[in-house]
């Protein structure tokens, strides 16, 4: 049966009427006076990881919200009245959620294990297909990193492309680092991955360069293998730029994407094919040095790729790097820490499907943020990771949320008029947000509620200075000033200059730490966003599994390329024509 809009729900009516009646005059700071247990009920420690790298226990401190135990309680009645876990329970049996393309949405799938209870689509454990491509991708990663694999010379694809003299130098300088007892075993990686000339160069974009893209990033400190690159924009510079650090005989291109028919990617593709027949002069290298990760077989063999590694339409492509479409994460950090990757999240998949609702973090952020999107009308949200390897994970969120819940229509089709669904998704690592854009979130007009992450465990000191603890000191800064403010200036301060000093506080925050980074911690990240924006969607009654929204700035630049070759003339307002003239009397 459909749900009412959510505006009609009578918890959210009721919620509505709380904020407008007493919740917009509530101080957190208050709150925190009036309850010194504050921190204890509104924050989740999981603190029984099975984390085999280092990685737990896990925190949500959520106290500095604007919520009070009765709003706390009306939004978990109103997750039940949206029958959240009915569609919860729904997603992880296989039910077609994404209704708009009749599809299951089974992301949860790609993290099982082989022996895990069988997830049935179609009569078919998917598990057993995944458990498939993993192996492939697992033997692959070994036989590349290993010298198995071998470019179209016969060469290792991570032999070393130098002359006698560089060769004894890196080998004195590996000598050298590895003996010293100081550099981590990971820092000993890096610096051996640097030294090979030997590259994967990832094409793809959204869903099939984001993840990766971010996921390779912020694992930079377990390299084992090649350093993955990333080439997206359809702008040929964005592919030039990295192919002029690039030896042909020694890279490996993967052509990722679930269509293979994204223009952008397929463009890539081709002048990556085409720069490396050039150089190589022999149709038959490519199946060296190609690769295709895809859910459309017959395109990828109709590009001429020989070694495909398949993912299915049940995978979204903004849930989709735990497929197939992470093998540039598993050829660079190995297969091993690939699968670390996977348990975090299926740890988190577990928690989502098992915690109580109130102590289930997913479903707590989620609700936080449809009390302010929603409810209030702060319709913008800040994720700020205190961790430089981290610096991606803003513009992959972007994706997963906006692409997710960026919608207007229910699933029964009715037109969202009456309030907030998907928000605004912004953010950069800190603490270089603090020199930009804190500046707004400290004292502008407008609330934006900022998740704050971090890893409370040391990092090696590099000359003496705790870089780790000044980091640390200003990620806890933050949410305290951005909750305390100050409205009572120091004596001290002219009169004209107060107005100008004056911090308003009671700005919310959630502050999100585990111990380290690590593949694992990562894992467990992303899908507790990946499961946020699943309930989210939940509640505003949207389906977060479709992106039609995109199709129709597709299809109109298809019409103009051929008016912008002078091939064709088209019936456009004055604006969209007088900037097509532009460019056909510049552009030459
Ligand atoms: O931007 C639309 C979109 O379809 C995304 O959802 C997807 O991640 C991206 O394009 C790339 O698609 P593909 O993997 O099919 O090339």
Redesign the pocket.
């Known amino acids: 049966m459909a749900l009412p809009l959510l505006s009609e729900d009578p918890v959210y009516t009721k919620l509505v009427a709380l904020y407008q009646d007493a919740g917009s005059k509530l101080d957190m700071r208050e709150l925190f006076q009036q309850d010194p247990e504050r921190f204890k009920k509104f924050s989740v420690e999981l603190d029984h990881l099975p984390c085999p790298d280092d990685g737990g226990p896990f925190l949500l401190d959520y106290s500095k919200n604007i919520v009070t135990p009765e709003i706390f309680q009306l939004l978990l009645d109103l997750a039940k009245s949206r029958k959240l876990e009915d569609k919860r329970n729904s997603m992880y049996s296989a039910g077609k959620i994404n209704t708009t393309e009749n599809r299951a949405v089974l992301h949860i799938a790609l993290r099982a294990r082989s022996d895990d209870p069988p997830i049935t689509l179609e009569g078919k454990n998917v598990i057993d297909d995944v458990t498939k491509v993993l192996n492939q991708m697992e033997k692959f990663c070994n036989d590349v990193i290993n010298g198995v694999w071998t470019g179209y010379t016969g060469k290792k694809l991570t032999e070393l492309q130098e002359s006698g003299f560089l060769q004894a130098a890196r080998k004195w300088f590996l000598a050298v680092i590895l003996t010293c007892k100081k550099l981590r075993p990971a820092a000993v990686n890096t610096s051996y991955g640097a030294w090979l000339n030997f590259f994967v160069v990832n094409i793809?974009?959204?869903?099939?360069d984001l993840g990766p893209c971010m996921v390779s990033e912020a694992l930079t400190q377990y390299q084992v293998g090649p350093k993955a690159h990333f080439v997206s924009n359809v702008d040929e510079s964005h592919l030039t730029d990295v192919l002029k650090s690039v030896n042909p005989e020694t890279t490996l291109f993967i052509i990722a994407?679930?269509?293979f028919t994204?223009q952008e990617?397929i463009a890539n593709a081709q002048s990556a094919r085409k720069w490396f027949l050039e150089k190589v002069k022999d149709d038959s290298a490519i199946a060296k040095h190609f690769v295709a990760l895809s859910t459309n077989l017959p395109k990828v063999q109709e590009f001429g790729i020989t070694t495909t590694f398949e993912f299915w339409d049940y995978v979204g492509?903004?849930y989709s790097l735990w497929s197939a479409i992470g093998l540039s994460v598993a050829l660079q950090s190995g297969f091993a820490n690939f699968r670390k990757l996977l348990d975090g999240a299926r740890f988190l998949d577990q928690h989502f499907k098992n915690a109580p609702l109130e102590k289930n973090v997913p479903v707590i952020l989620a609700l936080l943020g449809v009390w302010y999107n929603s409810v209030i009308g702060w319709e913008s949200h800040a994720v700020l990771p205190y961790d430089q390897f981290l610096s991606k994970l803003p513009a992959y969120l972007q994706q997963a949320d906006m692409?997710s819940n960026g919608k207007s229509a229910t699933l029964s089709g009715k037109r969202i008029t009456s309030f907030n669904t998907g928000p605004v998704l912004w953010g950069q690592a800190g603490t270089n947000g603090q020199h930009a854009f804190y500046q707004l979130l400290h004292q502008g007009t407008r609330i934006v509620p900022s998740d704050f992450i971090g890893f409370a465990k040391k990092k090696e000191d590099i000359s003496g200075i705790s870089h780790h603890s000044i980091l640390l000191a200003n990620l806890i800064a933050q949410p305290e000033a951005l909750m305390v403010g100050r409205t009572q200036p120091s004596a001290s301060i002219p009169e004209e200059l107060r107005p100008h000093k004056f911090f308003p506080g009671n700005r919310p925050t959630n502050v999100i730490m585990t111990k380290k980074l690590t593949p694992f911690t990562l894992g467990l990240l992303i899908a507790m966003y990946e499961h946020k924006i699943f309930v989210q969607g939940a509640i505003w009654d949207v389906n977060s599994y479709d992106?039609w929204g995109?199709e129709l700035g597709k299809e109109l630049a298809k019409a103009i390329e051929p008016e912008l070759a002078g091939q064709a003339t088209g019936n456009h307002d004055s604006s969209t024509q007088g900037i097509i003239n532009f460019i056909l009397k510049n552009g030459k």
């Open positions: 793809g974009i959204g869903g099939s994407s679930k269509t994204t990617t492509g903004r692409e992106q995109v």
